[in-house]
């Protein structure tokens, strides 16, 4: 086989088989939107309680909407919240509150979410919608740098009674989180961590890339963990859970 040939044969397998190309393809309002089978999954899958689509809209008209969580993730994470009959959950970065409402919605008449969030701009967005949908009773909004609720949960004798954590505010903090959240979850409860590819800078990350670097550290901390089973899932910027041995 002359070599152009061998070239050609070579790179066809490459484009039929996937080989060399990343699977990662972000969030269905972000990265995703143009991606076709991103958009089926979507289309396909998506129920979305209406108070969320207009939460979703709303928060679309923010310039930080890309923090937003992915509506097919947060769907995930309500059904592993039911999965496992949680009652108790936390949200470390609540943003405009997507995730929050959803836990909340998915939730019975008892549950309630803690919603760490440091940005008066955010809660104030979020509080109206939460009123909308009926659930502002079951969400406590604990407007902090949110190690300082974590802390306070702690101190309040919560440690191993939570049933769900959903990690997704400053990387900077983000082992220091998990830390915390182990300690407030009971046995079988579940650490859900975003962002854990970072748009796939994690693989290989610039040295002069200190956040990237501190999620990969993380993502090989918990690989080695014998606290948790985990599974790390290409959705939305890429998400961990770990479950708590
Ligand atoms: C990626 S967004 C969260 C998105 C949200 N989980 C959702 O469902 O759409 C991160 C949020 O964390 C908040 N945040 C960052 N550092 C924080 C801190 N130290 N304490 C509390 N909130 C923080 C930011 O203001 C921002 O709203």
Same mark, same amino acid.
């Given at each position: ?11 066809? %397998?490459? @484009?039929?088989?996937? $080989? ?41 008209? #923010? ?6 969580? %992915? ?32 836990? %909340? ?8 979410? $803690? ?52 990690? #997704? ?32 800078? @994690? ?12 999620? #990969? ?17 290409? $959705?939305? #910027?890429?998400?961990?859970? %770990?479950?708590?041995?």
């Amino acid at each position: 086989m002359t070599d152009i040939k061998l070239l050609f044969c070579v790179g066809l %397998a490459v @484009v039929l088989t996937g $080989v060399g190309k990343s699977a990662f393809i972000g969030k269905s309002h972000s990265g995703g939107k143009d991606d076709p089978v991103l958009q089926y999954v979507v289309n396909n899958s998506l129920r979305e309680h209406p108070v969320l689509t207009k939460l979703r809209l709303r928060t679309l008209e #923010d310039q930080w909407s890309i923090m937003m969580v %992915a509506s097919e993730q947060a769907q995930f994470m309500a059904n592993l919240i039911r999965l496992i009959n949680a009652t108790k959950a936390i949200e470390i970065g609540m943003y405009t509150g997507y995730n929050t409402l959803s836990m %909340a919605l998915a939730m019975p008449e008892n549950g309630k979410v $803690v919603a760490c969030e440091i940005e008066d701009t955010y809660v104030n967005i979020a509080k109206p919608f939460f009123k909308e949908a009926g659930v502002e009773d079951k969400i406590d909004v604990r407007h902090d740098i949110a190690m300082k609720t974590l802390d306070a949960l702690i101190g309040a004798g919560e440690a191993g009674t939570y049933d769900f954590v959903f990690i #997704d505010a400053d990387k900077f903090n983000y082992d220091r989180y998990y830390e915390k959240s182990l300690e407030l979850i009971r046995r079988g409860g579940i650490i859900a961590i975003d962002n854990v590819l970072w748009s796939g800078r @994690v693989v290989n990350p610039d040295p002069s890339d200190l956040t990237s670097q501190g999620l #990969d550290a993380l993502n090989k901390k918990l690989h080695k963990d014998q606290r948790i089973d985990l599974s790390m899932l290409i $959705v939305g #910027d890429g998400l961990t859970i %770990a479950i708590k041995r």
